[in-house]
Antibody, heavy 119, light 107 residues
Framework: QVQLMESGPGLVQPSETLSLTCTVS????????VHWVRQPPGKGLEWMGV???????DYNSALKSRLSISRDTSKNQVFLKMNSLQSEDTTTYYC?????????????WGQGVMVTVSS | DIQMTQTPSSMPASLGERVTISCRAS??????LNWYQQKPDGTIKPLIY???NLQSGVPSRFSGSGSGTDYSLTISSLEPEDFAMYYC?????????FGAGTKLELK
């Protein structure tokens, strides 16, 4: 069955780089788009970027200068890297699969990984 | 970016009650409007896509409607498991944007 699972460090130092991994199963990264979405504590959801099935990427313009998304199709993994972390980057990060039923519709989500930016 | 205004931000309701959550876009979004449910443990579940299409496995008490800039999610008769956060999301244009959420609480 379709699953996505985020992993990464729970604590990152200010100004450091965050590295997260989304490991997927039950579908191919070359057939489905995978997005990253984040949610600050007690707040709403913010779209961060996408790894298109063809291998290209798009980013939220607000994060573009700090964000990089890549993948390893042989390992069924999508990676997120974001540099120059600040306290406002303390959020839960989700990866989600885009459904073939509709553009921008996320039909499967990971459970999320909470990241705290603190010294 | 398209702004999504979701109302109300919180809604106390009773079991069996019919409730409606509204979502207004800052510009027309051509029915590219989706709804999600989030439980307190952070789990996010898709409910409705393209305004009114029910995700497989979602109970029929959930329905969606709307057009242009105004959309809504209706739950016809609240069950205990429906008390959660609900988010609308547009994808008529990038970036996809979400409403701030509606917390459905037990009255």
């Amino acid at each position: 069955q379709v699953q996505l699972m985020e992993s990464g460090p729970g604590l990152v130092q200010p100004s450091e780089t965050l590295s997260l991994t989304c490991t997927v199963s039950g579908f191919s990264l070359t057939s489905y788009n995978v997005h990253w979405v984040r949610q600050p504590p007690g707040k709403g959801l913010e779209w961060m970027g996408v790894m298109w099935s063809g291998g290209s990427t798009d980013y939220n313009s607000a994060l573009k200068s700090r964000l990089s998304i890549s993948r390893d199709t042989s390992k069924n993994q999508v990676f997120l890297k974001m540099n120059s972390l600040q306290s406002e980057d303390t959020t839960t990060y989700y990866c989600a699969r885009e459904s073939p039923l509709g553009p921008g519709y996320f039909d499967y989500w990971g459970q999320g990984v909470m990241v705290t930016v603190s010294s | 970016d398209i702004q999504m205004t979701q109302t109300p931000s919180s809604m106390p309701a009773s079991l069996g009650e019919r409730v409606t959550i509204s979502c207004r876009a800052s510009q027309g979004i051509s029915n590219y409007l989706n709804w999600y449910q989030q439980k307190p443990d952070g789990t996010i579940k898709p409910l409705i896509y393209y305004t009114s299409n029910l995700q497989s496995g979602v109970p029929s008490r959930f329905s969606g409607s709307g057009s242009g800039t105004d959309y809504s999610l209706t739950i016809s008769s609240l069950e205990p498991e429906d008390f959660a956060m609900y988010y609308c999301q547009q994808y008529d244009s990038s970036p996809p944007t979400f409403g701030a959420g509606t917390k459905l609480e037990l009255k």
